[in-house]
Every structure is written in C-alpha cells, then in structure tokens.
C-alpha cells in the first residue's frame, strides 16, 4: 500500500510501530520491519550502551529500514540523540516533549525525524523545524498521551500542516487504519496491538491483561502529576486513580509509587506495583500474533475498505 510515507521511508506498509518505552526492543523492531512497516526501538530511559546493542542488533536481524524513540523526559535524551546519529540510524521519532533542540542535527545527518504531537500548535512548530511528518497521537493511545482524541486530532492536523501525519491512538486493525486515511493521514503508528504479538519480549503475564482486556479495562492516572498515563486497569492502577481523586496520595508519594513500576510490569509481570501501559484499543484484541500476521491482515482489511 503506497502513501507518503511509504515514500518517505522506503518501507512497503505505512504502518510504525510504537516506540514502547521498556517493551520496543530489537526483535520486535526487526519483525516489523521485515514484514515491511517501521519497526522502532524505544530509548526510553535506556543506557546508552544498551541502546548500541539493540540498534546493532536490529542491523543484524534486518536490511530493512527502522526507527529509534527518543523519549525526551529521560534524563540521557542528549546522548540517544547523539547515538542515533553516530549508528546512523535512518528514523528518529520523539515522544513526551519538543524535539526541537536535535532537530538542526538530526538533519543535517540526514535522519528522518518524525515526532510524535498531542496538538496542532505542536505539529506547526515541528513542520517548521523541518520535521519530516508528524505522529498525531490521540489519547487513546497507552502510556503518556495528551487529551485531544484521534478523530478530533488527526483531521485539524492534517488542514494545518503540509508534511504527512500519521495517526495514532486506537488503531488495531484494518478499520483503524482505513478511518486514519480518511481522515487524511498517510500512515499509522500502531502501539498496543504489537504487544499481543509473538515477538513482543513482554512478560506473559502482560500480554495475557491485554488479550483478555475489555472496552471498559484501560484507566488514566497521573493526570495531577502533569503527567497522565494511560494503563490496564489493575488493583494498582486502581489505588492510584483513588489515592489522586480523593487526595490520599500527594502527587509526590504518586511519583514514589510509580518509580520502576513499567519495568515491573514488562520484566517480572508484577501485578501489585507494575504499570501495564496499553491504549483503550485492548479490548479488541483477541489473540497473540506473528507481526508480520498482524500486519498483513490488517492491510488486507483495510485496502478492501478503502476499495483498493
Ligand atoms: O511518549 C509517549 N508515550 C509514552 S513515553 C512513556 S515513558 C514516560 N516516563 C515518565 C514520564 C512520562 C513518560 C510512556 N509512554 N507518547 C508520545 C507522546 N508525546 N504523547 C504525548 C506527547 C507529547 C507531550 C507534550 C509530545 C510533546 C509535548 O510537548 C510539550 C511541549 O514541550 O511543548
């Protein structure tokens, strides 16, 4: 399916996937790309050295392109920055804040950079900066989200800039991605169904809450941080969401609680203090897949809605 961003990227399916801080490691990345989207290993907080090893390891398990995350509250974001440079990594996506201060140098190495925006303002600023697309992430993505819904997001940023967008935030199969194009986006960035995916390193015990999650199972905490987080709904989720609505946790004792606690989920599928991020599309998936699977049938699905 050609687009834009098939264009841009050299890729065949216009699909990324999510940059999952913790979770988005080399093997999924090199899944996706090898069944022809954007597979993309998350920064995160990640050590330097660690990152090295996973983007090298990634060029060892595919000649295909991909992507790296930087999120840019980690506190080493300057020197993944640097990195993706000097591994010459094709793709840069950003998440959790303005890139703007890498972007003269990302360029000039010629990196792809496409960040991820929770508004329109932020999307003008990017294509200004001389970003390459946009991610329009809506809040019903997993982990760090903004407010502004996909549908409501996608469309205002398509009119305002020039530079393709790509849709995020409750796409999980064909019919997400026929709605993304639309309403006018050249791609898709897909998060939580990848996490129901074979190669997907997660402990079992996390994709198991996402295949057996319902419509009503994702919860938002830490809005009162300045932070909100998007989470299966847990005991633990549970006491956050109560402990910040009725002022039992200061946002403070919030932060305590939730230190390590996505490394738990992912590593050691902790239930009492693990954070499972995941979007509010779980409730739809169903079923642990092959990537390349996943990708295949949903580009089927959406190519016959399209009428393609
Ligand atoms: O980044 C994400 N999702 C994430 S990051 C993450 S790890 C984390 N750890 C500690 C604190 C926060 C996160 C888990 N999930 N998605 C992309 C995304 N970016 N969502 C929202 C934004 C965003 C928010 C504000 C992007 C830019 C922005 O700009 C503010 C500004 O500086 O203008």
Avoid at 183 to 212: D, M, N, W
Avoid at 230 to 256: C, H, I, M, W
């Amino acid at each position: 399916m050609k687009s834009a961003v098939t264009e841009l990227l050299g890729i065949e399916y216009p699909i990324f996937q999510g940059g999952m801080a913790w979770i988005a490691e080399s093997t999924l990345a090199a899944a996706v790309s090898n069944a022809g989207g954007l597979g993309i290993i998350a920064g995160g907080s990640a050590p330097i050295d660690y990152l090295r090893e996973q983007i090298r390891r990634c060029k060892s398990l595919t000649d295909k392109p991909f992507g790296v995350n930087i999120m840019l509250m980690s506190p080493n974001a300057e020197e993944l920055a640097q990195l993706v440079i000097d591994e010459k990594v094709p793709v840069v996506t950003t998440g959790a804040g303005n890139p703007g201060k890498y972007m003269a140098a990302w360029k000039e190495a010629g990196v792809k950079v496409v960040p991820v925006i929770p508004s329109v303002a932020l999307a003008v600023r990017m294509e200004r900066a001389g970003a390459d697309a946009v991610i329009a992430e809506g809040t019903e993505s997993g982990g760090h989200i903004g407010e502004n819904t996909t549908m409501c997001l996608v469309p205002q940023v398509v009119d305002a800039v020039k530079i393709p967008v790509i849709a995020a935030g409750g796409i999980a199969d064909g019919r997400g991605i026929a709605a993304s194009f639309m309403l006018g986006a050249q791609g898709v960035q897909v998060g939580t169904r990848f996490l129901a995916s074979e190669e997907c390193q997660i402990h079992p015990t996390y994709k198991e809450l996402v295949v057996k999650a319902k419509d009503t199972d994702s919860i938002v905490t830490g809005r009162y941080t300045g932070h909100p987080c998007r989470n299966v709904k847990t005991k633990f989720t549970k006491k956050l969401a109560s402990g910040e609505k009725d002022g039992s946790l200061t946002p403070d004792e919030f932060e305590q609680l939730t230190l390590g606690s996505l490394r738990k989920a992912v590593q050691d599928g902790n239930l009492e203090e693990g954070s499972f991020l995941c979007g509010a599309i779980a409730g739809m998936i169903n079923e642990v897949k092959p990537a390349k699977e996943i990708i295949e049938e949903m580009f089927a699905q959406a190519d016959k809605l399209l009428g393609k």
